[in-house]
């Protein structure tokens, strides 16, 4: 079984966003760069299923060259490909985005690569647009499940669970299919020094990407980084000083005793 | 202690509250300072300095002694505090030359009183299982290292610091300097965003953000943040056996420059191998900006590549463990500095105001407390003169300089450095008005506090041939004694004894002070009296309170109101600034820095009197021009000015013409010396040959705040009835026996065991009969003060200072050099020269 996971190029979202003068983009200077959770999850569940069933877990993103960083994420990840749309530095949007990495895929597909299963995270880290996975299906006629937290796989069949407020939804979708997927499906490995190295050595396949924007499409204005609330912590003392000030917050503030 | 009003004036103020801050308010409070701010940007416990990301360990083990001081000192208060833990630490070799370098590890740990030893490769197994020895040659061991924890250490330090100062401590976190006050050069205030704080003494203990704080105050701070790679592997299965912290020595694999480290179910590995990479202080994001912290950006991953190959091989059971991966990957940020010392002392041109700066975690807790010591009573226990701040004044602080030195300075972290390697970059920086000309005599320049001086002549190496029944055994067969050194030094010094030589730049600090009160001013810094006859000259000890050495130096008396102090250049930087904190408040002293507008040049040997004859317009007779004299003097047509004393011993004289005119002194003394050979020597001679043979003490190596006059023998002075700084203890020294009293030693036996003659260089351990180094009744090790070949006396000779049992002349003792034991002998107790102990030569 081949599964491909599809990740994406984000900036890592633990501080302070600050943003580009022209309010386009998100200022990475002090940032770093990483992907969302949900495709380190993706990824994983690649790798494990692979494991399970055989074949190759494969990852690819649609990036500027830098995007190579996160591949090779992936590739530490066990991952035994990876793939480059190489999109250089403009950002696209999750239309465009679906549409090439459905004409990669069907590209893979004539290069001898065929998916069984096209593993998308839930939403990305940055824009959180929840269209590309479904999108992606769309285009290649593929059945689609989303928000997926288990997945288990039987001939031919997969078994997807989705959390729902009481419960969950359970899923058979047959194979070839899309299944965008939630952190908490798995736990990510971290990568080990080696396959970190050995990934830093492997080649990246890189691929001109080709998408039809289609018509009638939206366009992004300008990003607004909402203002941070101002958090203050107070010290409520020293060793058993400190008692009666926190049995007073837990009392009074936190309202738990 | 509150944590959120700032009061409206303190009488310190502590700006930065890393393990840094955090000891100074500890210790200030413990020398009594009850009224103190401690402030910082960044929340408490971690305000997001490098404190926060440091890996924590201390290997007391270093070349230098005052560094080896300050981590043994900072490990006892660790103890102290219970954030310490002793795991040991190793340092692992992969070549023979590393090998070697290691036997320099166990005689430095000897010297400076900790315990070290080698350890072959199957000890190295078996004290460290996991690895790979198949590559390794084999280690030293320093088994009292250990690993510490800096946060919870500042926490005590506070809480301590609070009780101490009884309510008198106001720590303050998130909270922003935005301006530092100066008036009439003296700080006044620090403005924050939480209000403006008055204080007359203000600390900058803030890390790599230092620069930008003490720009405020329009002074620097030279130093930049430069990266320390370092990930975090886990969790690995094989430390699940073990409780704690740490159950195995720290790793360094010197060769690599890396270290490998458990910490609990983690390995640390860190690197210093990786290319170097500086940021601009301005380029560190805030807080807020920054995903993990300011000094813990993303891991710049094409830069650790070579890293994570040599971290596998060596520790590959580890690394390769199933379950373990990457958990944790930084570009940790630290304070680099163009020599790789601390940044500490008082930034002298703003009055009270201090900088505690390019303190590592492994000395932290005893440079805070050392610094305390001079700031409340004027000196410290431990001697800091190789991390004085003042030490780049006015040459060594741009930014291209800083920039240049930290990125060479980089690659040396885990280096084989040798004891006299030079700087390469930024060079030249300060030349003289003899520079081309020595250039073209083909001169091997060092380096002095920014200037060039030449260290030999290779212009000279006919010289050789000429002494070649003198230097016979004095050559050096072995590469690394003979590295950064050459046997014309030798030739040079032989034809001085016997013609005349002339010897410049020395890169000399000079000052003038001029003023009504000048004259009691300068009684009151020096041990020696200066209220002498215009143009006599005083060589001097410049005194602590403690008795210790601030400095010695030459003081001539210009005028009935005007004094020149001319002193080594690489002291120049903080004699200027202690000369500076001592002039009074109200009195009537200026000091006019002559430094750079000055040029020196030596003339010295038995036909110096002929050759300045030949050219000068006065009378330079002994009757007109006595020995320790000064005056004016024309050389040709350089208005010059002259001081007839000699560091080499012999008849001459120091000629300080202007800049400007340098080149036509050159010029003028070589042509009329052509008839004597006059030879251009360099400050091989100077500071070593000439120097050693004379038994001339040198600040720094001889002399340091940790011994006295009495112990230099430097007491020819008595005690003045005039008061000046030190004076008690030094009354005090000269009545009480010395606890050690420097000597100088020859080599007796150079072979080694493989039958090469071996040459000391400096800092080797004295030993007893035992092997044990020997140690004074104050707890201080004797080791070499200064190495260097007495051509003359044939001799290779050290100084050290000896207990009263071992300072007898012709006492048989041994020296360890290179893993091996030498012996030597007692030549001379106390400051007799070997060479002329008449000074006939100079009074000629």
Same mark, same amino acid.
């Given at each position: 079984m081949n599964v491909l996971a599809c990740i994406k190029r984000v900036p890592n979202t633990g501080a302070k966003i600050v943003l580009t003068d022209d309010e386009q983009r998100i200022d990475t200077t002090n940032l770093g760069f990483t992907m969302s959770p949900h495709e380190e999850c993706a990824i994983e569940e690649a790798v494990q299923q692979t494991e399970a069933h055989g074949g190759s877990a494969h990852v690819l993103t649609l990036g500027p060259e830098e995007a190579t960083e996160q591949l090779r994420t992936g590739l530490a990840m066990q991952a035994d490909e990876a793939t480059l749309l190489e999109a250089g530095d403009e950002e696209w949007g999750p239309r465009a985005t679906a549409s090439a990495i459905a004409n990669g895929v069907r590209e893979l597909g004539d290069d001898g690569a065929e998916f069984d299963l096209l593993l998308f995270g839930n939403e990305s880290a940055d824009a959180a647009n929840y269209q590309v996975g479904t999108r992606v299906a769309a285009e290649l006629d593929l059945p689609c499940v989303t928000g997926i937290k288990s997945l288990d796989v039987e001939d031919g069949t997969a078994i997807a669970r989705r959390e729902v407020s009481g419960g969950e939804e359970v899923y058979e979708i047959a194979l070839p299919a899309v299944i965008t997927v939630k952190e908490g499906i798995n736990e990510p490995r971290y990568a080990s020094m080696r396959a970190k190295m050995q990934a830093r050595r492997q080649d990246v396949d890189r691929r001109e990407p080709t998408a039809d924007t289609g018509a009638g499409t939206y366009e992004k204005v300008r990003l607004e980084a909402p203002e941070t609330a101002e958090s203050e912590a107070e010290i409520l003392g020293d060793g058993t000083d400190a008692v009666a000030n926190v049995v007073d917050v837990l009392e009074s503030e936190v309202e738990v005793i | 202690m509150s944590e959120r009003d700032l009061p409206s004036s303190a009488e310190t103020v502590i700006i930065g509250a890393g393990i840094v801050g955090n000891s100074l308010a500890y210790h200030l409070t413990e020398q009594g300072r009850t009224d103190l701010v401690v402030l910082d940007k960044g929340p408490l416990p971690?305000?997001?300095?490098?404190t926060g990301h440091a890996s924590n360990f201390l290997m007391p083990v270093e070349h230098s002694k005052e560094m080896t001081h300050l981590t043994r000192r900072s490990i006892e208060q660790y103890e102290d505090m219970d954030t310490f833990t002793e795991s040991g630490g190793l340092e692992v070799a992969r070549t023979e030359e590393r090998m070697d370098e290691l036997e320099r590890r166990v005689q430095s740990a000897k010297a400076w009183g900790e315990p070290g030893r080698m350890l072959d490769v199957d000890e190295v197994e078996e004290m460290v299982p996991y690895l790979n020895t198949e590559i390794i040659e084999g280690g030293f061991y320093s088994p009292s290292a250990g690993t510490c924890d800096p946060l919870r250490a500042g926490e005590v330090m506070r809480a301590r610091a609070d009780h101490a100062a009884d309510g008198g401590l106001t720590v303050s976190p998130n909270t922003t300097v935005l301006d530092l006050h100066v008036e009439d050069g003296a700080i006044r205030a620090v403005e924050t965003d939480r209000g403006t704080v008055q204080a007359d003494e203000v600390v900058?203990?803030?890390?790599?953000?230092s620069p930008k704080i003490a720009a405020m105050a329009g002074v620097e701070i030279p130093l930049t943040p430069a990266v320390h790679q370092m990930v975090s592997v886990g969790p690995i299965s094989y430390f699940e056996e073990y409780e704690g912290e740490i159950s195995f020595p720290v790793i360094r694999d010197m060769d690599t420059q890396m270290y490998e480290r458990q910490h609990g179910n983690d390995l640390e590995v860190g690197s210093y191998q990786h290319r170097p990479i500086l940021w601009? /202080?301005?380029? /560190?994001?805030s807080i807020e900006e920054a995903p993990l912290s300011p000094t813990q950006p993303p891991l710049t991953d094409d830069a650790f590549e070579q890293s994570m190959a040599d971290a596998l091989e060596i520790v590959p059971q580890l690394l390769d463990d199933p379950e373990a991966g990457v958990r944790h990957e930084i570009d940790g940020l630290l304070s680099q500095t163009p020599d790789g010392m601390p940044l500490l002392g008082p930034l002298q041109d703003v009055e009270g105001l201090w900088s505690c700066a390019a303190v590592w975690i492994k000395e932290a807790p005893a440079i805070g407390e050392a610094v305390a010591q001079w700031m409340t009573r004027g000196w410290s226990d431990i001697d800091l003169h190789a991390s004085n701040v003042n030490r780049f004044y006015e040459y060594g602080t741009s930014r291209t300089f800083v920039e240049n030195r930290s990125r060479e300075g980089f690659q040396k972290i885990y280096g084989i450095v040798h004891p006299a390697e030079q700087w390469q970059s930024s060079r030249p920086l300060r030349t003289s008005a003899f520079y081309d000309r020595q250039e073209d005599l083909d001169a091997q320049f060092f380096e002095a506090a920014g200037w060039e001086r030449p260290q030999w002549f290779e212009s000279n190496r006919d010289l050789l041939t000429e002494y070649n029944t003198e230097l016979a055994g004095l050559t050096r067969p072995n590469e690394w004694d003979s590295r950064w050194w050459s046997p014309i030094i030798l030739a040079e010094h032989c034809h001085m004894r016997d013609n005349v030589a002339m010897i410049g730049d020395m890169g000399f600090g000079i000052f003038d002070f001029v003023g009504s009160d000048v004259p009691e001013y300068m009684e009151r810094m020096a041990v020696g009296r200066t209220d002498v006859d215009v143009g006599k000259t005083v060589y001097t000890p410049i005194l602590a309170e403690n008795g210790g050495f601030v400095s010695d130096l030459t003081i001539a008396r210009l005028g009935p109101e005007r004094y020149r102090v001319i002193t080594g250049g690489a002291a120049a930087g903080s004699d200027r600034a202690w000369f500076t904190r001592h002039i009074p408040d109200t009195g009537n002293v200026s000091l006019i820095d002559r430094s750079e507008s000055l040029c020196t040049l030596g003339i010295w040997g038995p036909d110096a009197r002929d050759v300045i004859a030949d050219v000068a317009e006065e009378d330079v007779s002994d009757e007109a021009f006595p020995p320790y004299t000064a005056q004016d003097l024309t050389v040709g047509e350089v208005d010059a000015w002259a001081m007839r004393l000699s560091y080499v011993g012999e008849l001459g004289w120091e000629v300080y013409a202007p800049m400007g005119q340098g080149r036509r002194l050159w010029d003028t003394i070589a042509e009329a010396g052509e008839e004597y050979d006059i030879r251009p020597v360099g400050m091989g001679v100077y500071g070593t040959t000439g120097r050693m043979e004379k038994g001339y003490r040198l600040y720094g190596h001889e002399l340091e705040l940790e011994y006295t006059p009495a112990e230099a023998g430097l007491t020819f002075h008595g005690v003045k009835d005039a008061d000046f700084v030190g004076k008690d203890a030094y009354a005090d020294a000269i009545e009480e026996e010395n606890a050690a009293t420097l000597c100088t030693l020859s080599v007796v036996d150079h072979l080694s065991a493989d039958g090469e003659r071996r040459f000391m260089l400096g800092n080797e351990p004295i030993l007893d009969e035992e092997g044990d180094v020997i140690v004074d009744g104050e707890g201080r090790e004797s080791y070499v003060t200064s190495a260097g070949t007495g051509p003359t006396v044939g001799k290779h000779l050290l100084m050290a200072y000896l207990p009263p049992e071992y300072a007898e002349e012709g006492q048989d003792l041994h020296v360890e050099y290179m893993g091996e034991r030498y012996p030597v002998t007692v030549e001379v107790v106390g400051s007799r020269p070997l060479f002329d102990p008449e000074n006939e030569r100079i009074r000629g």
């Open positions: - | 971690d305000p997001g300095g490098s900058i203990a803030a890390g790599l953000w601009d /202080v301005d380029d /560190v994001p």
